[in-house]
């Protein structure tokens, strides 16, 4: 008897998330994935330091419920019954203006009442649906599309401080149409936010709720890397890219120090730089448009209070900084989350943990402050909204020197000119935050698109 031939080969380089998941979906599809990590272990920045009962989540702390892609990842590893929904406090967001917090106006009778807009700012509003859509495919800034449709208010207090919360990055720079490619369709589809506002609450549209794992986000890499098993190696770096011309076909191989591997698919699933290094070679305008995607520096401090340690309770989801402000002794502060308010089960019972976000596009050099720095920094920012200063019983400093990927101004063209440069080379997919998508969520989808785009593996 014939034994049955090997699935053919997808060379995965990267094992943050998207490779992770591009390996699983490829390993459904009928592949034999290989991820290759440069680091010591999986995951990316996705990682969670579990002790004496914290739960530490490095970077991301979920992810939101409302992409397709994402429960098919968590069905195929297992772990639909270990997502963790955030608890209702998560309900309540603020917004730091003039020395104090605000609740954020989530609904038309908190819009109303805000404080942090003026009545001038707030009847802006009606003139919205007579504003003209800006051109088609037009490249702008998310600042100036709020501007433009809703005043300069609305920039300050409500969608500057969204854009640092999501991308830490500045809303002049960043891309609408990048960052927040609906919002753009949203305008080209019904001339007038406020009228796609209506639309969508008439059809129930799904805004989508925050979710992780139990054990935190970072909980799902490490499932996703047990179960692939072998098909993840770690301390694996790649340094080069090379294509072949068989008989069977083009074939790809990678090759690093002690490493050497070839089969007739590759995606690479690294960061922004690595994929220029590989790619350089083979389709240098590829190279150069990877070469212009930047990204922001962030630190992550996460702090651990023992029961009535703190002079006030965290109330709610967290605090962002509207535009121009500071929190006292915290220059560098770009937010805070109280995380065992959302995910209660991240902290020992009856204690407090709170994650401190400094640094990004608008304070890059705070990211890489001394951590004693930074650590002082974040206990000044509790201390600001929690009614005074307080010893932590725990602190950990997460630093990302490439921290966020920035969607800037000319995003979309540096992604069709990426594009196109690769189209030419057979069987090569591009995965990774720095493209289409910044969440876990995005990475998800993105990865079963790609491993979609390789077609059937070959017989």
Request: one cysteine or more; glycine letters at 12%; aromatic letters at 4%.
């Amino acid at each position: 008897m014939t034994p049955p031939r090997p699935a053919p080969r997808l060379l995965i380089v990267g094992g943050g998330v998207s490779g992770l998941a591009a390996a699983t979906f490829a390993r459904a599809a009928g592949w034999d994935p290989l991820v290759l990590e440069a680091a010591p272990t999986a995951g990316g920045k996705v990682q969670t330091l579990t002790r004496d009962g914290w739960c530490l989540d490095a970077a991301a702390n979920g992810w939101l419920d409302n992409e397709p892609a994402m429960a098919r990842l968590l069905a195929l590893a297992g772990l639909t019954g270990a997502v963790q929904p955030a608890g209702p406090a998560s309900r309540t967001r603020w917004i730091w203006r003039a020395g104090r917090a605000h609740p954020a106006p989530l609904s038309p009778p908190a819009f109303l009442a805000t404080r942090l807009l003026s009545w001038g700012a707030k009847l802006r509003v009606l003139l919205e649906p007579f504003i003209r859509p800006g051109p088609p495919g037009a490249d702008e800034s998310v600042a100036a599309f709020v501007r433009r449709r809703l005043g300069p208010a609305f920039v300050d207090a409500l969608v500057g401080p969204m854009v640092t919360g999501i991308y830490a990055g500045d809303a002049e720079a960043i891309s609408l149409p990048a960052a927040f490619p609906r919002m753009a369709a949203l305008e080209a589809r019904h001339g007038s936010l406020v009228r796609a506002l209506l639309a969508l609450r008439r059809g129930g549209a799904p805004a989508g709720r925050l979710e992780t794992l139990r054990g935190g986000a970072g909980a799902l890499p490490a499932a996703l890397a047990a179960a692939l098993g072998p098909a993840v190696r770690t301390g694996a770096p790649v340094t080069a890219l090379h294509r072949e011309d068989t008989p069977a076909g083009p074939r790809w191989r990678v090759t690093g120090p002690g490493l050497d591997e070839a089969g007739p698919a590759a995606l690479l699933a690294c960061p922004a730089a690595p994929q220029a290094q590989l790619l350089r070679p083979l389709a240098p305008a590829a190279a150069a448009a990877l070469g212009a995607m930047a990204t922001a520096p962030v630190a992550v401090v996460a702090l651990g209070y023992a029961p009535g340690a703190l002079p006030r309770p965290p109330e709610g989801f967290g605090v962002l900084l509207a535009r121009g402000e500071a929190l006292p002794g915290a220059p560098g502060a770009l937010g805070v989350l109280y995380s065992s308010n959302v995910f209660p089960d991240c902290a020992p019972a009856g204690h407090t943990l709170v994650r401190v976000i400094l640094g990004g596009a608008l304070h890059p050099a705070a990211a890489t402050a001394p951590p004693a720095d930074l650590a002082a920094q974040a206990q000044a920012a509790v201390a600001a909204l929690c009614g005074g200063p307080a010893t932590p019983a725990l602190t950990h400093v997460f630093v990302h020197p490439d921290g966020i990927p920035q969607y800037t101004l000319g995003h979309p063209a540096r992604l069709a000119a990426l594009r196109a440069a690769v189209a030419p080379l057979p069987q090569l997919g591009l995965l990774g935050n720095h493209l289409d998508g910044i969440g876990v969520k995005d990475c998800a989808r993105a990865a079963e698109a790609a491993v979609a785009a390789l077609g059937p593996p070959p017989a």
